[in-house]
């Protein structure tokens, strides 16, 4: 249980190319989402929690036109790459927390990499 | 903010040989969670400690929350190759942040 599945698995764009992200609960509800970002060798850094029905909360730094995020149902959460730049290629890795858990725990979906050319 | 530290950063053993990695939160936690992620793969939970002193083991794995929780430990007794991965904490009270992780290198 607790499955997290996240699509693309990989994508490759041209610069100025907006590019989405699903993340999806597959066997559970999930009232909050986590969008992350890992570049390599690091730790991962939260970009915005995604709360259903409602804006996300984005982290200090992190530019909310350029990253939407939507959370339309309980098991599906996007994520937007508005206008794509070389310095926005990453991992993105989204977790889902479950509607009822404690809000610590995450099950995280396989990841997304991102490259801009 | 709140930061938390793991260290250390890498960590090579022989097959067999024990690890541990350790987990430094700036501030007290509500409880720490641990997490495995295999390289080119996504974190996976392992474990959550709640109570001040808590410990828990999983066969191998034996895992440790302070008395003040602030820090924590992850223990590897008889390292295998499977081991191998980056071990993350990661604790907070309203919004959790992730410690540095710490990379294990299994030498076969």
């Known amino acids: 249980g607790a499955v997290v599945s996240q699509h693309p698995s990989r994508v490759i764009c041209k610069s100025g190319t907006s590019v989405k992200i699903e993340c999806r609960s597959l066997d559970f509800q999930a009232t909050t989402m986590f969008w992350y970002r890992q570049f390599p060798k690091q730790s991962l850094m939260l970009m915005a929690t995604?709360?259903?029905?409602?804006?996300?909360?984005?982290e200090q730094g992190v530019e909310k036109d350029k990253f939407l995020i939507n959370h339309a149902s309980l098991t599906l959460s996007t994520l937007t790459v508005t206008s794509a730049h070389p310095e926005d290629s990453s991992f993105y890795i989204c977790s889902a927390v479950l509607a009822g858990g404690t809000q610590n725990t995450q099950y995280f979906g396989p990841g997304t990499r991102l490259t801009v050319l | 903010g709140q930061q938390v530290m793991q260290i250390p950063q890498y960590q090579h053993v022989q097959e067999g040989e024990d690890f541990t990695t350790y987990c430094n939160s700036s501030t007290t936690l509500s409880n720490i969670q641990w997490y495995k992620q295999r390289p080119g793969g996504h974190p996976v939970f392992l474990i959550q400690l709640v109570k001040s002193g808590e410990v828990k083991k999983q066969k191998r794995l034996t895992f440790q929350f302070g008395e003040a929780k602030k820090n924590s430990s992850l223990h590897i007794t008889a390292t295998q190759t499977t081991d191998v991965g980056t071990y993350f904490c990661s604790g907070g009270y309203q919004k959790v942040t992730f410690g540095t992780g710490t990379k294990l290198q299994v030498i076969p």
């Open positions: 995604s709360n259903e029905g409602s804006k996300a909360t984005y």
